[in-house]
């Protein structure tokens, strides 16, 4: 497959566990985004990896929430000690080399539901 | 980056054209103006992007006015496939991030 893939697709889990949540890039993208979906509304930006450029972890909601990459290629976003909010679709995006806006391709994204 | 508005929702009549418009009153100079949608349960696509000229390709046109402070993503001829969220984003080019506003929910009925 040449497009992103992100697992699991679904998991429900229940308050106060841990997550983990996988996303495999477009091979070769050196740009990893994560945002998060509530249901009804926009997408919220998380946290965006660049190449070997430190993260910007500006959208992080809190200090339970972290993500990894190792080089260019898969990425874990984790959330600690999850909570009802929390319940959301997290999408994953990659993109190509270079500074452009238009290249994200998304993956087709984790729904979280926390009990 | 600047702010734009969007109607919530529009409706259209299956083979007719849709037209989104999208106000961006504060857009500066060296801002684009891109499309994504976004269909129901499927991560966001990319449409397509412009400065100030109009674009055209597979997909869609975007015409942008002269001032840019506004501009309307037109689907020559909406199939029910095209039922979707719509989001029109203003960014510098060279931006690393796209935020997202809540877009237009359009639906297209048969």
């Known amino acids: 497959g040449a497009g992103v893939s992100q697992s699991p697709s679904n998991k429900v889990t229940e308050k106060g566990k841990d997550v983990e949540l996988r996303c495999d890039p477009i091979s070769g993208h050196t740009a990893l985004y994560w945002y998060r979906q509530r249901l009804g509304q926009g997408l919220e930006f998380l946290i965006y990896f660049q190449g070997n450029s430190a993260p910007d972890k500006s959208g992080l909601p809190s200090d339970r929430f972290s993500a990894e990459r190792t080089g260019e290629s898969v990425s874990t976003l984790t959330i600690q000690r999850t909570q009802q909010e929390d319940s959301a679709v997290y999408l994953c995006?990659?993109?190509?080399?270079?500074?452009?806006?238009?290249?994200?391709?998304f993956g087709p994204g984790t729904r979280l539901t926390v009990l | 980056d600047a702010k734009t508005t969007q109607p919530t929702s529009m409706d259209c009549a299956e083979g007719r054209a849709a037209n989104l418009p999208c106000n961006h009153s504060t857009i500066s100079g060296n801002e684009y103006v891109y499309w994504y949608r976004q269909i129901h349960s499927q991560g966001p696509q990319y449409i397509i992007h412009g400065l100030k000229n109009n674009e055209t390709n597979e997909m869609a046109s975007l015409i942008i006015t002269e001032d840019r402070k506004s501009s309307t993503l037109i689907l020559p001829h909406a199939t029910l496939r095209d039922t979707a969220v719509y989001y029109c984003?203003?960014?510098?080019?060279?931006?690393?991030?796209?935020?997202f506003g809540t877009g237009t929910r359009l639906q297209v009925f048969p």
């Open positions: 984003i203003v960014t510098s080019y060279n931006t690393d991030k796209l935020i």
């Open positions: 995006a990659s993109r190509a080399g270079g500074r452009r806006a238009d290249t994200q391709y």
